[in-house]
Structure formats: structure tokens, C-alpha cells
């Protein structure tokens, strides 16, 4: 079992910039691949980014990509998503969560264990 609480979100201005965290507990976290996901009111989840356990491999939305970041450091049990040039479409609940593989996926029914959320604001 691992547990995961997201924090950092917060109201920003398009064009901002917004961290947000991933704290892992309960088991090792590099046994874990993690992902990002969101939601926007009356939308389905979406998948963001995903990440393996050792931090080597990446994978990206198109939506995101060339403006979010997502790392890891399985030392302090952390995971990362760094959005730069935010945009009001960007505006959800951010999830984090970790699937029992050593390499994640775009598909949020193949995760184990989610974090609760944390709301992200882009304002235009």
C-alpha cells in the first residue's frame, strides 16, 4: 500500500507558473511508476504525464508538452509536476498516482492508488 497527497495548487495568472507535489508513504516508492492526471468540471479524468521508477523515462499530453514537467525524487518519496505558461484550459484537480510497474501509462484504470487532489486555477 502507498499513500499520496498532492499540495502546491493554487490560483495563477495565464502565463504563470505552479509546482505541484506528490508525497508518497507506506511503501517503497521507487517500486511505483507515477502518473499525473486532471479533471475539469462535467470532463473525464485526462491523463498528463507519466513517469518510471527510476526517473529515466518521461511521457507527456500533447497538450502539455513542451510546458509541464514531471520528476521524481524517490529519496525524499516525492513526485513533481512542474507547469509552466499555464493556460485557463489548464484550469482542474490535478491527481497524482502510482501503478505496481516499473513504467507507467496514459490510462488512469491501471493505477493503484491515487492522491486526493489538488485545484488548479488559471485565470485569463
Known amino acids: 500500500q502507498v499513500q499520496l497527497v498532492e499540495s502546491g495548487g493554487g490560483l495563477v495568472q495565464a502565463g504563470g507558473s505552479l509546482r505541484l507535489s506528490c508525497a508518497a508513504s507506506g511503501r517503497t516508492f521507487s517500486y511505483y511508476a507515477m502518473g499525473w492526471f486532471r479533471q475539469a468540471p462535467g470532463k473525464e479524468r485526462e491523463f498528463v504525464a507519466t513517469?518510471?521508477?527510476?526517473?529515466?523515462?518521461?511521457s507527456y499530453a500533447d497538450s502539455v508538452k513542451g510546458r509541464f514537467t514531471i520528476s521524481r525524487d524517490n529519496a525524499k518519496n516525492t513526485g513533481y509536476l512542474q507547469m509552466n505558461s499555464l493556460k485557463p484550459e489548464d484550469t482542474a484537480v490535478y491527481y497524482c498516482?502510482?501503478?505496481?510497474?516499473?513504467?507507467?501509462?496514459?490510462?488512469?484504470?491501471?493505477?493503484?492508488?491515487w492522491g486526493q487532489g489538488t485545484q488548479v486555477t488559471v485565470s485569463s
Open positions: 513517469i518510471n521508477w527510476s526517473g529515466g523515462s518521461t
Open positions: 498516482a502510482a501503478i505496481t510497474s516499473r513504467y507507467g501509462s496514459s490510462y488512469p484504470g491501471e493505477y493503484d492508488y
